[in-house]
């Protein structure tokens, strides 16, 4: 797909859905935002809305911090 904003997928994704994810805010922070998804393949998904270009997120399991806004990364 051009002139789109793509990012690897995160687990648990599906396409054209609403999510969260954590985005990076430095090196040790990660903050929980809301993502609009878009179509998908197998390895990379499109974010219609939620993300800037060069936000980083976080693709592995995130489900045991379902409940923080923030998490601080070791």
């Given at each position: 797909?051009?002139?789109?904003?793509?990012?690897?997928?995160?687990?648990?994704s599906?396409?054209?859905?609403?999510?969260?994810?954590?985005?990076?805010?430095?090196?040790?922070?990660?903050?929980?935002v809301?993502?609009?998804?878009?179509?998908?393949?197998?390895?990379?998904?499109?974010?219609?809305?939620?993300?800037?270009?060069?936000?980083?997120?976080?693709?592995?399991?995130?489900?045991?911090?379902?409940?923080?806004?923030?998490?601080?990364?070791?």
């Open positions: 797909l051009n002139d789109t904003m793509q990012v690897q997928r995160p687990v648990f599906q396409a054209m859905s609403q999510a969260q994810v954590y985005r990076q805010l430095g090196d040790d922070l990660v903050e929980r809301s993502v609009q998804y878009g179509p998908a393949s197998v390895g990379r998904i499109v974010i219609q809305s939620g993300l800037q270009v060069g936000d980083r997120i976080v693709v592995s399991d995130t489900s045991s911090w379902r409940l923080a806004e923030r998490v601080r990364l070791r």
